[in-house]
Nanobody, 120 residues
Framework: VQLVESGGGLVQAGGSLRLSCVASGSTFSINAMGWYRQAPGKQRELVADITTGDGSTNYADSVKGRFTISRDNAKNTMYLQMNSLKPEDTAVYYC??????????????WGQGTQVTVSS
């Protein structure tokens, strides 16, 4: 599975951005996708994830009520709508996809990342 993110950029605090992640390859085997972020000097953290089946979502407490994750299975695309952005949201945002291989072992794929910078 290959993942390509887009939509990052520079925005003022309080602004909005929409990230997209397009998956290609063995997309039929993906059962969950998510957005992670990594700020300088910090560990990569989960922002939000979504299952490809029933669309169940999960959010980090820090983004609840501000970010919305969604997916379009027909387009093999996942989105992250980010509203009311704060300077602390500044990070490289990575797309992640999880699938199970033929042995039932979970396998993860990562995109190259897209920079989000929020100015105060």
């Amino acid at each position: 599975v290959q993942l390509v993110e887009s939509g990052g950029g520079l925005v003022q605090a309080g602004g909005s951005l929409r990230l997209s992640c397009v998956a290609s390859g063995s997309t039929f085997s993906i059962n969950a996708m998510g957005w992670y972020r990594q700020a300088p000097g910090k560990q990569r953290e989960l922002v939000a994830d979504i299952t490809t089946g029933d669309g169940s979502t999960n959010y980090a407490d820090s983004v609840k009520g501000r970010f919305t994750i969604s997916r379009d299975n027909a387009k093999n695309t996942m989105y992250l709508q980010m509203n009311s952005l704060k300077p602390e949201d500044t990070a490289v945002y990575y797309c992640h996809a999880r699938r199970y291989n033929g042995y039932g072992v979970p396998v993860g794929s990562w995109g190259q990342g897209t920079q989000v910078t929020v100015s105060s």
